[in-house]
């Protein structure tokens, strides 16, 4: 049965093979479940498909972490009654409870749960899932506990309280080294302690940072978030996290900042977001101007949160999209499949073909920009007529990649 809240380990050993299978069967609900034989990349068996969700890490401060006043305490198992203590801390509030939910689905593995009171004499069962620190249960959490589990949390949190489907590489128990097709952008690296005083909460941004931008993650303008940039002035972890070892080395980071557990989240466009696509010259959006007919032109206009100017970005093949505009359902095609430069780029129904793919290339230049090419022809781009298209209305066209700033646009959140 499919949950927003498990997590899908893929198997290990003989059900290797069925790696594909797993991912699919064990999808999050409202998620795009990862296509049988879409296996990642590298160490198959370790690597982890989780969902995020954690809205904050409730009851940190400045001056405390979590192994203080919060009925919490490392030196005892999470199952003894002075480990995590019921009716006081976390235990007493509805943020609370969300923390140690995420706390024990990182700490401890599948088929093993706690269960815990709150000040009413309620019961509550949280559920393992991921298994970054099984002695947890039973025995004192060290500090290679402290600092796999805290790095779990921090990957996990979500400002928005959203659930979105991330994909986990580290060092530490329970995740291991791989990368999949299915989601191929490196959103960033978590790291730190939340149990010491002060907490130590951290993050740097992947390579992909801003790009395929989610709600309440890195790169969507994140606000409230518990965790702080690990270097300012840094461009990307590479530059001061230790990779990982051949042949994992460009999966993650085995240490980051004197940290030797790290988590790196890689993910996809959300399906279920609505992005605007807007232009770096003119600063206008990809538009159909409110039509629904089949081969109308997209235009572009200045952005006004409008239903024809949203669109869904939904991966059909490894890094092959279709845009789908949600006042139509139409998606973003070339007019009848022609490859002539001046192409104007129109919405009609999804029927798989190569003008309605589009794959997604960044500037990587940490601006945000990106081209945008059909898959039927790798060297054409969206793009505007010319560099002096600023006016509104004017039709989007394909033209051959030149490097232009018009021919590069700008992925964002549609409020």
């Known amino acids: 049965m499919r949950s927003n809240d498990v997590a899908c380990a893929k198997w290990r ?10 991912l699919s069967a064990c999808a999050m609900e409202g998620e795009e479940p990862y296509a049988a034989g879409d296996e990642p990349v590298g160490s198959v068996e370790q690597s982890l498909v989780s969902t995020n969700g954690l809205k904050s890490i409730n009851g940190l401060t400045s001056t405390n972490g979590l192994d ?119 959103e960033g690296s978590f790291f730190g302690n939340l149990f010491v005083s002060p907490p130590k909460m ?42 990982a070892d051949i042949p994992n080395q460009n999966d993650g980071y085995k240490a980051c900042g004197g940290l030797n557990h ?60 279709k845009v789908v505009n949600k006042l139509s359902g139409k998606v973003l095609s070339v007019y009848q499949k022609k490859t002539a430069d001046s192409t104007p780029i129109v919405q009609t129904a999804f029927a798989g073909g190569s003008e309605q793919l589009w794959s997604f290339t960044s500037m990587a230049d940490a601006t945000g920009f990106h081209a945008i090419s059909p898959v039927m022809m790798a060297t054409s781009v969206l793009a505007l007529p010319s560099a002096n298209s600023t006016t509104s209305g004017q039709t989007v066209q394909e ?13 964002g959140l549609a409020n």
């Open 68 to 186: 203080s006043l919060n009925g919490l305490k490392s030196i005892n198992g999470l199952k003894s009654i002075n480990g995590l203590s019921s009716g006081v801390g976390l235990m007493t509030s509805d943020a609370g409870r969300d923390t140690v939910k995420y706390l024990v689905r990182c700490a401890l593995p599948a088929g093993q749960s706690i269960t815990k009171k709150d000040q009413n004499g309620v019961s509550y069962t949280f559920a393992g899932q991921i298994g970054v620190a099984p002695q947890w249960a039973d025995a004192a959490c060290d500090l290679d506990c402290q600092e796999s589990v805290s790095a779990c949390l921090l990957a996990h949190v979500n400002t928005t309280g959203q659930n979105i489907a991330l994909w986990l590489d580290g060092n530490v128990q329970g995740v291991g080294w791989g990368q999949s097709t299915g989601a191929p952008y490196e």
């Open 262 to 321: 790290v988590v790196t989240v890689w993910r996809n466009f959300d399906p279920n977001t609505s992005y605007k696509i807007c232009n770096r010259v003119s600063g206008k959006c990809l538009d159909n101007a409110g039509s629904s007919l089949e081969s109308g032109a997209i235009v572009q206009n200045g952005y006004a949160g409008t239903q024809g100017q949203k669109w869904q970005i939904v991966q059909v093949n490894p890094k092959q999209y």
């Open 13 to 22: 050993g003989a059900m290797l093979v069925g790696a594909g299978l797993c």
């Open 202 to 243: 951290f993050y740097c941004n992947g390579k992909d940072f801003d790009k395929g931008v989610v709600p309440g993650r890195i790169g969507a303008n994140q606000v409230g978030a518990p965790y702080t940039y690990a270097w300012k002035g840094a461009e990307v972890c590479k530059d001061f996290c230790t990779q």
């Open 399 to 411: 033209w051959t990649w030149n490097g232009s700033s018009y021919m590069q646009w700008s992925i």
